[in-house]
């Protein structure tokens, strides 16, 4: 009898054993990319591009921001496919001194912000470094549309500052035909493309990570060129937070 208790109880424990094993294993396996819905912010470094090669003058560099939500789709447990909407902050600025040694006096400033609704589609890929934890790496395009923004003129001339400022206009263009209807010199292409690249970390439920978009639309409507060169496209550099819903 005291044997077969012992037995007994040896098989149970054995049997707990075995299905804490694979509770543990599950739990691994799921946690390796849970995928979800996030909502996801940032602060944007925006710029556009001077160069024909596609480079910027840092100098030019306006700090905006991005906002959105974001779903992660998992593949298998390395790889996802992640898009959303995100409202996003582009454009630039110039600063313009008739004296580079005095920036108070007799200068020209120009902020120019415009706003977009963005829908990314990545493709990720996901390295763990443990249940809870991994750094992600991905790429994509993205297309946008304008909706809205401002800029802004601050002028000082001997001492006597004015400011302006405008609604950003953009034209009445139809996405599906080639040609940019109601183009004109004052006015942004409403459809833009490029493509974006990120990287970060993902833990618990957070992720923290930076990006870049490359656009590879001229941005005024009266430019089709957009093969023809990269300037005058934007370039914009992101910082980003993200919270997992579920």
Request: hydrophobic content about 35%.
């Amino acid at each position: 009898m005291k044997k077969t208790s012992i037995a007994i109880m040896a098989g149970i424990i054995s049997l707990a054993s075995l299905k804490a094993t694979a509770q543990s294993t599950t739990s691994a396996t799921t946690n390796t990319n849970p995928g979800g819905i996030y909502l996801k912010g940032g602060w944007n470094l925006a710029n556009i591009s001077t160069n024909g090669d596609g480079t910027i003058s840092d100098k030019h560099t306006l700090s905006s921001f991005n906002v959105g939500v974001l779903g992660d789709i998992p593949l298998n447990d390395m790889f996802s496919v992640q898009t959303g909407l995100f409202l996003q902050g582009r454009g630039s600025k110039t600063d313009y001194f008739a004296d580079p040694n005095n920036k108070d006096n007799n200068y020209v400033k120009t902020r120019f912000r415009p706003l977009y609704l963005q829908i990314p589609a990545d493709f990720v890929i996901k390295v763990p470094l443990s249940n809870q934890a991994r750094v992600f790496l991905g790429a994509g395009p993205y297309v946008e549309m304008g909706i809205g923004g401002k800029s802004k003129v601050e002028t000082n001339v001997g001492g006597v500052v004015t400011t302006s400022s405008s609604t950003i206009k953009f034209n009445d263009d139809d996405p599906t035909t080639g040609d940019q209807e109601g183009a004109r010199y004052d006015r942004l292409k409403r459809f833009g493309v490029g493509i974006n690249a990120l990287a970060g970390v993902e833990f618990n439920r957070i992720a923290v990570g930076v990006g870049y978009d490359w656009g590879l639309t001229k941005i005024n409507s009266t430019q089709t060129d957009n093969g023809a060169n990269d300037k005058n496209k934007y370039r914009t550099f992101s910082v980003n937070l993200g919270i997992r819903l579920n």
